[in-house]
């Protein structure tokens, strides 16, 4: 699935996102069309997919234990980045540029971000945090992360990822209503 992904990015960023055929991608990747949509679902997920957040959810239910749900969320991402910054940092990047450059690419991320956000307010719900706090707090959590890599990518990498994501936390730390 990473060689047929590599391609498909490889042939978006030279040719354009609406360019590309899901076939052309095939093709490169030497692979059925029908595998492509098995495997991805849609020609947005291929730029999309990552086997990520098993990792995250896992790493933010293992310190919920012990932590707030943002500082679970914080300390979660970071400790995963570290095993994402290892092997595919560069394709991280060229995916999460890709995706900010083609508005077909964004509204699928955008979406990807909501079930993010249901996700950890499920999680946090289950700590016995009540609804509406599990979805306010998994709703700030998602924003955090989405300026990060929001700054991440039009920075071109140049600061970790990891970096940006402890400054939003911090900001949000910080932040109080006094005036």
């Known amino acids: ?44 997920g291929l730029v999309l997919w990552d086997d990520y957040d098993p990792g995250i959810f896992a790493a933010v239910v293992a310190r919920l234990a012990s932590r707030g749900p943002l500082a679970a969320v914080r300390d979660a991402l970071v400790a995963e980045l570290d095993h994402v910054y290892d092997t595919d940092r ?31 307010a499920g ?3 289950g700590t016995g945090v009540d609804h509406a706090t599990a979805a306010t707090l998994a709703g700030v959590a998602v924003a955090v992360l989405q300026v990060a890599v929001d700054q991440w990518q039009a920075h071109d990498g140049r600061r970790d990822l990891a970096d940006w994501i402890l400054d939003g936390f911090d900001a949000v730390r910080k932040a109080t209503w006094a005036t």
């Open 1 to 44: 699935m990473m060689a047929a992904q590599q391609s498909a990015i490889a042939l978006f960023e030279r040719d354009g996102f609406d360019s590309v055929t899901v076939e052309q991608v095939a093709e490169a990747a030497d692979v059925a069309p029908v595998s492509l949509y098995r495997w991805f679902g849609t020609k947005e």
């Open 90 to 120: 560069q394709l991280v990047l060229r995916r999460t540029q890709l995706i900010h450059r083609e508005p077909a690419l964004l509204d699928a991320a955008t979406a990807d971000l909501r079930n993010l956000r249901e996700a950890f």
């Open 123 to 125: 999680l946090f719900h």
